[in-house]
């Protein structure tokens, strides 16, 4: 430690902002336990045990909520976790660097664009009245009238799904590309030598190369799958297609902060950290036995 006391003094603000944002919000975990009202001290609440808990496993709307939370992150965990490895196995192979920059920089544009901004362009891009995807579908004869894609909530997952694809694939790509850059090229010389073809160079060098970071990245979306946010749903969401929309996260901040209830908001934030906890530790023990490969 005395060695490396100026590493140890670098590392204090980012253990500090850790435990301030991180740890002591868990404090606020006791108001699951109450009937929390603001303005009393904790000696002034009234403790009700697990009342909140068992009200939200009574309650149908939450599996309706979990199931939207569920299927939502399946589909951006399988779609979004292999588009960019693909994405990425494919700028590795462009020769021409000036063309592969120019797209690495293109694909990681739309990662520091708002949500806000994202939603816009989406409901324009699949609204009824000069929208080009719904303009595109009745030229080519596909569809005879415009579709309200945004008012039917069968809809609503491939639009958020293909809405985050479009926004994220870049900007996930840069961790494989980097791990790309790791494999040694003297393997590629010698596949070549032996006659392999480029599908064979990727199969064989290529993602096995990549395999410990696309296992150590999978297995944290996995811990991560039920706590998506709600900026997406609450942005591309409406009244019409509430059903498919809502997700944990957005009917803890409606049901919580939205009617007051903040204990009960509390207790299915507790949920969801739990079930967060538990994927995590399930997916490292499986892919630890399966491949050796983990996080912790």
């Known amino acids: 430690m005395k060695n490396q006391k100026i590493l140890y003094l670098m590392s204090i603000p980012f253990v500090v902002w850790i435990f301030v944002f991180n740890y002591l919000p868990v404090w606020g975990w006791t108001m699951a336990f109450q009937d929390f009202r603001p303005g009393r001290s904790i000696t002034e609440q009234e403790w009700v045990g697990f009342k909140h808990f068992i009200t939200l496993f009574q309650d149908p709307h939450f599996y309706l909520v979990l199931r939207n939370t569920l299927v939502m992150s399946l589909m951006l965990l399988i779609v ?176 919580g902060i939205g009617m007051g209830n903040y204990s009960y908001g509390t207790a299915l934030g507790i949920f969801n950290s739990m079930v967060s906890i538990i994927l995590l530790l399930l997916a490292n023990g499986f892919f630890k036995r399966m491949s050796n490969t983990s996080v912790m």
């Not at 719904?134 to 809809?155: K, R, T, Y």
């Not at 694809?165 to 494999?183: D, H, Q, R, T, Y």
């Open 80 to 255: 979004g976790f292999t588009i960019p490895i693909i994405f990425a196995v494919s700028l590795n192979e462009l020769k021409d660097s000036l063309f592969k920059r120019s797209v690495q920089t293109i694909s990681y544009l739309p990662h520091f664009v708002s949500w806000v901004v994202v939603a816009g362009i989406v409901t324009k891009m699949l609204s009824t009245d000069g929208g080009i995807i719904n303009d595109l579908l009745v030229s080519l004869n596909i569809i005879e009238s415009p579709i309200q894609f945004m008012a039917q909530g069968h809809w609503f997952w491939v639009i958020l799904t293909g809405a985050d694809i479009w926004k994220e694939m870049g900007w996930n790509s840069i961790i494989f590309l980097a791990a790309m850059a790791g494999v040694d090229p003297q393997l590629y010389e010698a596949a070549r030598v032996d006659g392999a073809n480029r599908w064979r160079r990727i199969w064989h060098i290529t993602l096995p190369g990549i395999r410990p970071t696309i296992m150590v990245i999978l297995i944290l979306s996995i811990g991560n799958m039920i706590s998506i946010g709600f900026e997406r749903q609450l942005l591309l969401g409406n009244s019409l297609v509430r059903e498919y929309s809502e997700v944990l996260e957005l009917y803890a901040l409606n049901y």
